[in-house]
């Protein structure tokens, strides 16, 4: 998991720590490469928290881990699984410009379970069947 260990959001189902994060670490996509490569993982997934913070909701740093995990371990498939990025066609499309192998993201749930799982004081940006469909045009 990338972009340090507390996320912007708070849903109520998950135990990650909510607060305000860090800058994004220079060295974390050189650690999370090295990491992968001692392990000699043949499949890396790369998932973060959630960025509201970031202009780019973190998609420069996914592109980095990407290109770093590609550089140590050459015949792994790295899949990435992204937060909705607030739900910036432009952070998504940069991410994609990555060109993991796997383009992954939780699809949101329907209205009626919303206000039992949603951040605690805030709705998600988009309705989930929208960027649902958003994410899957610009991915295509
Ligand atoms: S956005 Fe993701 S990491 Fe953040 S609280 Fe919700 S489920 Fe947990």
């Given at each position: 998991m990338i972009l340090g260990d507390r996320c912007t959001r708070a849903c109520r189902f998950c135990a990650v720590a909510t607060g305000r994060p860090e800058p994004p670490d220079p060295d974390e996509t050189r650690r999370v490469a090295q990491t992968a490569q001692r392990l000699n993982l043949n499949y890396v997934v790369i998932t973060s928290v959630t960025r509201d913070d970031l202009a780019d909701g973190g998609a420069d740093q996914f592109c980095r881990t990407i290109s770093e995990v590609r550089s140590l371990c050459p015949k792994a498939r790295v899949e990435v699984l992204i937060p909705?990025?607030?739900?910036?066609m432009r952070a998504l499309q940069k991410i994609c410009n990555g060109r993991p192998d796997m383009l992954n993201h939780n699809v949101e749930h329907g209205a009626p379970s919303v206000s039992a799982s949603a951040p605690r004081g805030r709705l998600s940006p988009l309705p989930g069947g929208c960027w649902n469909l958003h994410f899957a045009r610009v991915c295509r």
């Open positions: 909705d990025l607030n739900g910036s």
